[in-house]
T-cell receptor, first 115, second 111 residues
Framework: DAEITQSPRHKITETGRQVTLACHQT?????MFWYRQDLGHGLRLIHY???????NKGEVSDGYSVSRSNTEDLPLTLESAASSQTSVYFC??????????????FGAGTRLSVL | DQQVKQNSPSLSVQEGRISILNCDYT??????FLWYKKYPAEGPTFLIS?????DKNEDGRFTVFLNKSAKHLSLHIVPSQPGDSAVYFC??????????FGTGTSLTVIP
């Protein structure tokens, strides 16, 4: 069955370190997204990609970067981790539909703690 | 500024009764709306959707109502079951592929 997997599921790191969270989908979807979930804010979009070599900033992109070298993967990098980036991170993917609504399918999440 | 708002952080309902979850949005350009359900330690899963050409969409026990003039949508669950206890997020989009999510409502169905 097609799926979307995130790794690691839990990560503890120190401030200033570079951290990369992995996201891998086997749906063959063109669209991929990274969100963070924080109490009182719901899910906020960090970065997204509509295809290979395409990346775009979301509403909370400062301090994060992504790269899309193939269809299946969209790794999220925290260049220099800060305590404010302690959060639960979700990756999602969707199929592009012309003139329609794209249902996003989510991974199980990565809980990141920055100490 | 939050473009999609769920003003009730939590809701408790007796098993068998109706659960009504509400969502308001501010952007009149939003045409696509989704509801997601999330259990602890899992990712959100798609529940039901509606586009602006409709005012109601039904799928089994779940019905979503859209009032475009009021910029309001609601999710009705009838009858509510203990397995429905979860956090529910509404999401809205103008393009159909990039969504803004609400803050979520935690539903507890009491047996």
């Amino acid at each position: 069955d097609a799926e979307i997997t995130q790794s690691p599921r839990h990560k503890i790191t120190e401030t200033g370190r570079q951290v990369t969270l992995a996201c891998h989908q086997t749906w063959n979807h063109n669209n991929m997204f990274w969100y963070r979930q924080d109490l009182g804010h719901g899910l906020r979009l960090i970065h997204y990609s509509y295809g290979v070599q395409d990346t775009n900033k979301g509403e909370v992109s400062d301090g994060y970067s992504v790269s899309r070298s193939n269809t299946e993967d969209l790794p999220l990098t925290l260049e220099s981790a800060a305590s404010s980036q302690t959060s639960v991170y979700f990756c999602a993917s969707s199929e592009s539909r012309q003139g329609g609504m794209d249902i996003q399918y989510f991974g199980a999440g990565t809980r990141l703690s920055v100490l | 500024d939050q473009q999609v708002k769920q003003n009730s952080p939590s809701l408790s309902v007796q098993e068998g009764r109706i659960s009504i979850l509400n969502c308001d949005y501010t952007n009149s350009m939003f045409d696509y709306f989704l509801w997601y359900k999330k259990y602890p330690a899992e990712g959100p899963t798609f529940l039901i959707s509606i586009s602006s050409i409709k005012d109601k969409n039904e799928d089994g026990r779940f019905t979503v109502f859209l009032n475009k003039s009021a910029k309001h949508l609601s999710l009705h669950i009838v009858p509510s079951q203990p397995g429905d206890s979860a956090v529910y997020f509404c999401a809205a989009s103008g393009t159909g592929n990039q969504f803004y999510f609400g803050t979520g409502t935690s539903l507890t169905v009491i047996p």
